[in-house]
């Protein structure tokens, strides 16, 4: 008899996307509400209940309460999505209500992703996920860039599904299991199929060396799926290679470990190299965010000083400080449309006082420099790593942060200190506005304030 | 002790800037910012005035102290409290925010409520410097100074602006990640980032040496050090003059703070060890700089050529480990802030009536600007070490207690007073005096305004200058408490 107890979550998504599908075809202003209503309530249902949920499974209390607090995450950062995307999407005459069933099938692949325990779970929802993001890629179908970035995505996505599934087929032929959780012995050949399933994980969050979709499927992509890529399906992906990691104890295997320090070494510096020269603003985010990845590899691998805290310290402010940045990317309009080059960002500051403070405080939170939120996300890292002995791999993560800073400070250069080249038409997104000034607040707040957040992530791990 | 003094010195500039960046930019004159600004830099001024009031010189160890906890799960602390060590430097900041913002009146036209808004935030990040005992809000402070200052070097500099403000970030920046790397590894040893309970604490030797040099980076570069100078020049010539006088009357001391007050007491090994190292790249940085700064064209690049071997005074001064080396450094450091800062604002002064920084443009300003002309000799002379000004006290504890540690140190440090005396003759010779060129006599005299901020620098000089006890009274205790 299955407890379908546990599935709640995921039910009540997949209710919504029924409900969705037949009440969008009459009025979809109203479907998109219902949404965001429907993962207020979601958000609600977990923060209070959600550890009864898993009660009746045997899972241990800190995989339950990793579920609970990152479904929240991505609850609440549907939330915040849902309601960003309506303007963006009507300015590309894009606006159908099908984008947010993607979204739904894209969150129920990734509830599913974290939740499970079995690697065939896993593919599946990797697969939902995956396959919604491929379309939002391509949304824009008269757009030639977002064609491609479609087809790009999709095929590089399809070899690395390909690569996950010959790795658990690998695994299963060794130790005649799916599960996560009785690999024990390990032979030559569960080893090299689990290095195949890494494979598939770090494709998804883009870690170099299997990053090269990003910059091309960042650019080519409509801005506000852009921003949905950036954010909530890598956090879902992160967090079950968190688990990988976690339940399949990776630290002791010396041969993947080597491949994880590797790849977080990689990607901390291709981030960096590669964002440097860049023109255009979102292939420059997308560097970035692989950088970024780089730190975040280094908190999964040194998990066990101060408890998951510093992984989803960081994380949180990541995802905050990038819903900020991108809000203010799409409030920015000129008459021939979006922001493209960075060059077009000159003279932000005569034009828009909140817009440019904003991303003023964004970047220096990005490049991890005080009194921002996002310095004592890189400082807990840092320190989880050092107490760890990842010595060398901090110092190639500060020294990364230190060419980090240039690239942001070309930015703020670009809105400070030149002259304003563009008209701005104004765009009077009131939500837009609302969100980045939120993050920027939330950001300059947390760094004074933590107590809120780390009492969050906190109680949730006890 | 109730009264939250130092959180309210670091929160008056802070509600000030908040205040300023509400009201609305378009009603308000350019003149109302300034003064506004000045009301508050003014007050702030009064406020720090109460620290060497109350401080009570007879005791060891921190006053005014105030703890709250601030990340409860990872012992991070809200420490401050101030001793004396960092009270006189509270005093040079609070002091020369004012004149920054006086001295910028006029030369600032565009974006002035940005300019002020940016200085107070300024000023409240270096006093949290000066007064945290906690190591990750030292280096928080330490970090957060970057952002206004590169701000005021990149939208009110000169034509290069851009490259020099560049060049500070990230010339910076790599010191100080460095930094962060050393503090966090202490911190997970320590268990604590109490700056008292990490100076009673014991590294392995080797793992003390890497920890040292994670720490020299930083200050080397801020103070600067020989072969990280190169970032100030570049930043002293592009930046508007308020920022050349904060800069080299404040920021630099901040690496030499940073000697005196974590790696001495830390790394008393290491800072045996390194001394030989120290000694040789700030006997180059004296000799060296002084050579260049003689053959320099730009009044501002000689000046800030000056500070580089001025500063290599102050290292030697600290790494003597000797009660007279290190009184001598200090004396050193808050000398120069006011001289080197009077200095630039000599230069401002005769840039902005003549759009020039080249010694070659001016010739006999003296029979134009009389007044101007005294007041540079005044700091001019105190640069050079002239008995009866405050130069001349640093410079001469340095070279005594060099006396002890090596001949030889001794030797180069005096050289570096004659190169000194040579170059800043030779500039005083070269603007004042000489056959009066026709385009300078137009030049008009100081105003009011000028007179009243350079007499007050002038009368700090003087009177540090006769009666040195005064300063010395307040460091004395504090300092022969860091020594090994």
């Given at each position: 008899?299955?407890?379908?107890?546990?599935?709640?979550?995921?039910?009540?998504?997949?209710?919504?996307?029924?409900?969705?599908?037949?009440?969008?075809?009459?009025?979809?202003?109203?479907?998109?509400?219902?949404?965001?209503?429907?993962?207020?309530?979601?958000?609600?249902?977990?923060?209070?209940?959600?550890?009864?949920?898993?009660?009746?499974?045997?899972?241990?209390?800190?995989?339950?309460?990793?579920?609970?607090?990152?479904?929240?995450?991505?609850?609440?950062?549907?939330?915040?999505?849902?309601?960003?995307?309506?303007?963006?999407?009507?300015?590309?005459?894009?606006?159908?209500?099908?984008?947010?069933?993607?979204?739904?099938?894209?969150?129920?692949?990734?509830?599913?992703?974290?939740?499970?325990?079995?690697?065939?779970?896993?593919?599946?929802?990797?697969?939902?996920?995956?396959?919604?993001?491929?379309?939002?890629?391509?949304?824009?179908?008269?757009?030639?860039?977002?064609?491609?970035?479609?087809?790009?995505?999709?095929?590089?996505?399809?070899?690395?599904?390909?690569?996950?599934?010959?790795?658990?087929?690998?695994?299963y032929y060794d130790t005649g299991s799916f599960s996560l959780q009785n690999l024990d012995n390990f032979t030559a050949i569960s080893e090299i199929g689990l290095s195949l399933v890494l494979i598939s994980l770090f494709f998804k969050v883009s870690a170099a060396p299997f990053h090269i979709w990003t910059p091309d499927v960042y650019e080519g992509s409509p801005t506000i799926s852009t921003l949905f890529f950036a954010t909530l399906p890598k956090f879902a992906s992160l967090i079950f290679l968190f688990r990988v990691y976690q339940e399949l104890n990776i630290s002791d295997i010396k041969s993947l470990n080597y491949i994880f320090q590797m790849v977080c070494a990689i990607s901390l510096l291709v981030g960096v190299y590669g964002a440097i020269t860049q023109k255009v603003i979102k292939r420059l985010l997308a560097f970035s965010s692989i950088n970024h990845i780089g730190f975040m590899l280094l908190g999964i691998m040194s998990y066990q000083f101060m408890s998951e805290g510093t992984l989803f310290f960081y994380l949180i402010i990541y995802l905050i400080t990038t819903f900020g940045i991108f809000a203010v990317l799409l409030n920015l309009r000129t008459a021939n449309g979006e922001f493209i080059k960075i060059s077009q960002l000159n003279g932000l500051r005569f034009a828009s006082n909140s817009k440019s403070i904003s991303m003023l405080v964004f970047f220096f939170s990005l490049a991890g420099i005080p009194p921002f939120a996002g310095f004592f996300a890189k400082f807990f890292i840092l320190s989880a790593s050092i107490n760890d002995g990842f010595i060398f791999l901090s110092i190639i993560a500060v020294l990364s942060s230190v060419i980090a800073a240039f690239y942001y400070l070309t930015i703020i250069k670009n809105m400070f200190f030149n002259k304003l080249e563009i008209e701005l038409l104004d765009d009077n997104n009131k939500t837009g506005k609302v969100i980045f000034i939120a993050s920027g607040l939330i950001i300059t707040l947390f760094f004074i304030y933590p107590d809120p957040l780390i009492n969050l992530v906190d109680n949730l791990f006890k | 002790m109730s009264f939250p003094i130092l959180s309210l010195l670091i929160l008056t500039p802070i509600i000030g800037a908040l205040t300023l960046s509400l009201s609305s930019s378009t009603q308000l004159k350019n003149k109302t910012i300034f003064l506004s600004g000045l009301w508050i830099t003014t007050g702030e001024f009064l406020l720090s005035l109460l620290l060497p009031i109350f401080y009570d010189k007879s005791k060891n160890g921190y006053q005014f102290i105030e703890f709250h906890t601030w990340f409860d799960k990872f012992d991070i602390n809200y420490y401050v409290g101030v001793d004396g060590v960092s009270i006189p430097l509270i005093l040079l900041t609070t002091f020369l925010v004012p004149i920054c913002l006086l001295c910028s009146i006029n030369s600032i036209q565009n974006r002035a409520k940005e300019f002020v808004i940016y200085f107070l935030l300024l000023e409240s990040f270096i006093i949290g410097v000066f007064v945290s005992i906690d190591l990750v809000i030292f280096y928080v402070f330490f970090e957060a100074v970057l952002i206004p200052m590169f701000l005021i070097i990149g939208i009110w500099g000169g034509e290069n602006r851009l490259y020099a403000t560049f060049k500070f970030f990230l010339y910076t920046l790599a010191g100080s990640v460095l930094m962060l790397l050393a503090i966090i590894y202490i911190i997970s040893k320590v268990k604590s980032g109490n700056i008292e309970l990490i100076s009673d604490f014991t590294f392995d030797q080797q793992i003390e040496l890497v920890l040292f040099l994670c720490f020299f980076a930083s200050f080397a570069v801020k103070v600067p050090m020989f072969p990280f100078h190169t970032w100030l020049p570049d930043a002293h010539v592009q930046a508007p003059t308020s920022g050349s006088v904060i800069l080299a009357g404040v920021l630099l001391k901040l690496g030499a703070y940073g000697f005196i007050r974590l790696s001495l007491p830390f790394f008393e090994y290491a800072s045996i060890y390194f001394q030989p190292m120290i000694f040789a790249l700030s006997c180059v940085a004296i000799v060296y700089t002084s050579i260049v700064a003689l053959r320099q064209l730009d009044m501002k690049k000689m000046i800030a050529y000056s500070s580089v071997a001025h500063m290599g005074f102050v290292t030697i001064g600290i790494f003597t480990l000797t009660q007279d080396g290190i009184n001598g450094a200090y004396f050193q450091m808050i000398s120069h802030g006011i001289v080197s800062a009077a200095l630039f604002l000599i230069v401002g002064v005769v840039y902005e009536r003549h759009h020039t920084r080249m010694i070659s443009d001016y010739s006999g300003v003296t029979n134009v600007m009389p007044k101007y002309s005294f007041f540079f000799m005044v700091f001019m002379l105190s640069s050079v070490g002239l008995p009866g000004t405050s130069g001349f006290v640093g410079e001469f504890l340095v070279i005594m207690s060099t006396i002890s540690v090596s001949v030889y140190l001794t030797f180069f440090t005096a050289i570096g007073v004659i190169l000194g005396a040579s170059y800043m003759l030779l500039l005083y010779k070269n603007i004042n005096f000489g056959d009066l060129k026709s385009d300078i006599k137009q030049l008009a005299d100081l105003t009011n305004i000028e007179i009243f901020y350079f007499s007050c620098l002038a009368f700090l000089t003087m009177l540090l200058g006769i009666y040195p006890k005064l300063l010395f009274e307040m460091i004395n205790k504090s300092i022969s408490l860091s020594i090994i």
């Open positions: 008899m299955i407890n379908l107890y546990q599935f709640i979550p995921e039910i009540f998504i997949l209710s919504l996307i029924l409900i969705t599908l037949c009440f969008g075809l009459f009025n979809k202003d109203r479907a998109i509400s219902l949404n965001a209503l429907g993962f207020i309530l979601l958000s609600i249902l977990l923060l209070n209940y959600g550890k009864d949920f898993y009660s009746s499974t045997q899972l241990s209390l800190n995989t339950i309460n990793l579920f609970v607090l990152s479904k929240i995450i991505l609850s609440i950062g549907s939330i915040v999505f849902i309601l960003l995307l309506k303007r963006p999407l009507k300015n590309e005459n894009l606006y159908r209500y099908e984008y947010v069933l993607f979204i739904l099938f894209a969150i129920l692949g990734s509830f599913v992703l974290i939740s499970s325990n079995n690697f065939l779970t896993a593919f599946i929802g990797l697969e939902l996920q995956s396959l919604s993001l491929y379309l939002m890629a391509a949304f824009n179908t008269k757009n030639l860039s977002s064609n491609e970035a479609g087809i790009k995505y999709f095929s590089l996505g399809a070899l690395s599904s390909g690569f996950l599934l010959f790795g658990i087929s690998m695994i | -």
